[in-house]
């Protein structure tokens, strides 16, 4: 009963963060009505998009992660009242950071989801993975992760000599 | 072309701040007072605390009273003696930070006693102290300052603002360059700046609005920001304190100025401010905001990059 899966040179890593109450409920009903979606989608649960802090956006870019889903509840229906309106802000705000800093937005997106939207959980992640998917891997975290570049790095002609006589 | 800046009122500011911080510590109205005062080396200062009303011969202002005496007033810094109202003397940034501080219910305005300076601008550096404030070594801040006549201090020498020469705007223009750049150019920038960084924590220290007891920077398990200075940790380090500033920092540029590693830091959170300006009409004053553009919110509130 399975479709045949088409075979890609990349599958991008996405991880979702998402509200328990909405998205979280959202995703679940995909699932239980047996809508198919792109597995590449990690879930991550949180109590409310309010709760979703930033700097869990630069660790998964660091981890690995190709792209980034932030979803929860539609305005006005926040468990907590104005979580997500909060988040809102934070966001809007952090997406124009990280544009200064050079990270290509089209990685990231932003979205409410509630617990009825099984179907539009599985537009905005399979549009999401196809889209990070035509940008390839994402390199610049990662690449930052691997470097060791101390700021007293070898570069000196001497250091460098003494270094190989070791 | 370098055009010099008429610092002439400084020397009656100084007379000024002298006899107000005689008066108001020997009527008992301040139990201390927070200055800048000479060092040996000419031109160069130092922040000072007096208790004693015949020590307010060694306050003064001058061109070279860089720092931003309001980091003493928060709760990191409890060693200032807390035992009753304080004087401190602040230029129009640092008064826009006490606004912010009072805002975050950092402190009470009852508590503090404030000397605004009507302030023509400081060096920007003072690796060469005796230099003469012009529009080269005019500190960048200044170069596109709004706010130089204090407003709502308890106490304002009675100077006039001299009139400023046009200078151009360091910070604003950079900004747009680095705009007009492509992402993985602003990328390779950002790069190479905060690859510099040390993790000395310098920035942090003299930030009036760094004043959490524990900073997540610091914490591990789980570890959210490598603490080693590589690439990686220092990005992370350079994001969480822009995001965690935005909409709060007032760009008194401390941070760029104790910055061993010559990091831009107010770059970005110059960038900040004018987000918060344009993406919630939200900037920092001489006005006490009670909610910050963060930590508010309104139903309307943009939401065109969100699905
Ligand atoms: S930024 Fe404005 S108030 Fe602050 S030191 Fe410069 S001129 Fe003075
Ligand atoms: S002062 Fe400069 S080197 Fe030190 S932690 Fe801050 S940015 Fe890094």
Redesign the interface.
Known sequence: MHTEKPKHDFEPKIIAFVCTWCTYAGADLAGTSRMQYPANVRVLKFPCTGRIDPVFIIKAFQQGADGILISGCHPGDCHYISGNYHARRRFAAFRKLLEFIGVDLNRIQFSWVSAAEGGKWVDVVTDLTERVRTMGPMVEFKDLALEEQWSGGLNSPDLQEIYEAM | MTQPIDISGYTRITESIRTEAKRILSDGTVSAVIGYTHVRRKGSTQPILITNPDDSEKLFFSEGCLNNLVVYLTKSKKDVPKTGKIGIVVKGCDLKAVVGLLGESQLKREDIYLIGVPCNGVLGSLINPATELNTKTIAAKCRECTDRMPVGADFVPPVELAAMPQMEATYSDKIAK??AMT?????????EQF????KCYACRQVCAFCYCEQC?CDRNRPQ??EQS????GN??WH??R??HL??RCVGCAECERVCP?DIPLNL?NR??AM??KE??NSEAGFEVREKG???????H???S???
């Open positions: 680095l705009e992402p993985s150019e602003r990328w390779e920038f950002w790069k690859s510099k960084c040390i997540v959210m920001v200075p590589r690439p990686s990005f992370s994001l969480v822009a995001i935005a909409g590693m970005l960038k900040m987000e918060m993406l919630f553009p963060l930590n508010s919110y309104d139903e509130d943009d939401e990059f969100i699905r």
